[in-house]
């Protein structure tokens, strides 16, 4: 079966850097479009970065310039490198694996929590 397993996780002071990892297991990773979306206490889920199989990026404009996610076909893991913390992006982030390069894929990962405090 499908499994997504999340890493990286944890508090981090404002200002901080974090790298998020998901392994991925089940499919055939090189073929699928990876993302990270996050969820924050009462708020929707929202896509933060996406990459294609082919390597194209998309992020949310609110952390363009600090987030960058990047993949490794051979260990099929996909990363999200986080800098320039804020607090506004504590949430849980979970790791998504589709087919479409427009909507969230259907795997989902368990989610790993980031907070980010003083």
């Known amino acids: 079966q499908v499994q997504l397993v999340e890493s990286g996780g944890g508090l981090v002071q404002p200002g901080g850097s974090l790298r998020l990892s998901c392994a991925a297991s089940?499919?055939?990773?090189?073929?699928?479009?990876m993302g990270w979306y996050r969820q924050a206490p009462g708020e929707r889920r929202e896509m933060v970065a996406a990459i294609t199989s082919n390597g194209v990026t998309n992020y949310v404009d609110s952390v363009k310039g600090r987030f960058t996610i990047a993949r490794d076909n051979a260990k099929n893991t996909v990363y999200l490198q986080m800098n320039s913390l804020k607090p506004e992006d504590t949430a849980v982030y979970y790791c998504?694996?589709?087919?479409?390069?427009?909507?969230?894929?259907?795997?989902w990962g368990q989610g790993t929590q980031v907070t980010v405090s003083s």
């Open positions: 998504n694996a589709g087919l479409g390069a427009t909507t969230a894929g259907p795997y």
């Open positions: 089940g499919i055939i990773f090189r073929l699928y479009v």
